[in-house]
């Protein structure tokens, strides 16, 4: 983990927020009916926290290793239009979105909770975990929410980024 002038410092300069899905934006559990449909369980004050992030102007997207109509369409109701599903390698869609909006790593900011996120988690110039992601990930982020998965950890890192605006 790094000092937390290092941690101000590359948040400073963050214009975009990535966001893994299962274990971030939720609490990482898959809940299925007996009819074979999915739940997802999706935290509203993480929700307001992207809404107020997308205000304030900066770049959302998601990249996810499973693939679900439930994210597409919590996606559509947050305004994040940046959406890459079912991916097991993340770093590809990282490397096109950076591409796509001429951004560099430095100014990036990634929450990953699983050994999947590691690779972008290593690239990105702020990188972040829930307080229950797996230790190799904690290990390596810049940041370990003081939240878990699905209960406000994307809110926390979102407060960080507001509260270190630069632009």
Same mark, same amino acid.
């Given at each position: ?35 074979g449909d999915?739940?997802?369980k999706f935290?509203i ?8 992030l ?5 770049? #959302?997207?998601?990249i996810?290793? =499973?693939? &679900?109509?439930i994210?597409?369409r919590?996606? %559509? ?17 990282y490397?096109?979105i ?5 951004l560099?790593d ?8 699983d ?5 972008v988690?290593k ?7 829930p ?6 990930v904690?290990? #390596?982020v810049?940041?370990v929410? =003081?939240? &878990? ?6 809110? %926390?890192v979102i407060?960080?980024?507001?509260k270190?605006?630069?632009?």
């Amino acid at each position: 983990m790094q000092s937390k002038l290092s941690i101000n410092t590359r948040l400073k300069k963050i214009r975009l927020l990535l966001l893994d899905v299962d274990g971030v934006m939720t609490d990482g559990g898959i809940y299925l009916s007996n009819s074979g449909d999915e739940f997802k369980k999706f935290n509203i004050q993480d929700g307001y926290g992207i809404t107020k992030l997308r205000l304030a102007g900066y770049r #959302i997207g998601i990249i996810t290793g =499973r693939v &679900s109509n439930i994210v597409a369409r919590r996606a %559509e109701e947050l305004g994040i239009t940046e959406v890459h599903q079912n991916l097991e390698n993340k770093i590809e869609a990282y490397e096109k979105i950076i591409a796509k909006w001429n951004l560099a790593d430095k100014e990036v900011a990634y929450i990953g909770d699983d050994e999947f996120d590691l690779p972008v988690l290593k690239r990105a110039g702020f990188s972040a975990a829930p307080s229950d992601a797996v230790s190799p990930v904690r290990k #390596i982020v810049h940041y370990v929410c =003081r939240r &878990s998965g699905g209960n406000g950890a994307v809110r %926390e890192v979102i407060e960080l980024i507001l509260k270190n605006k630069c632009h």
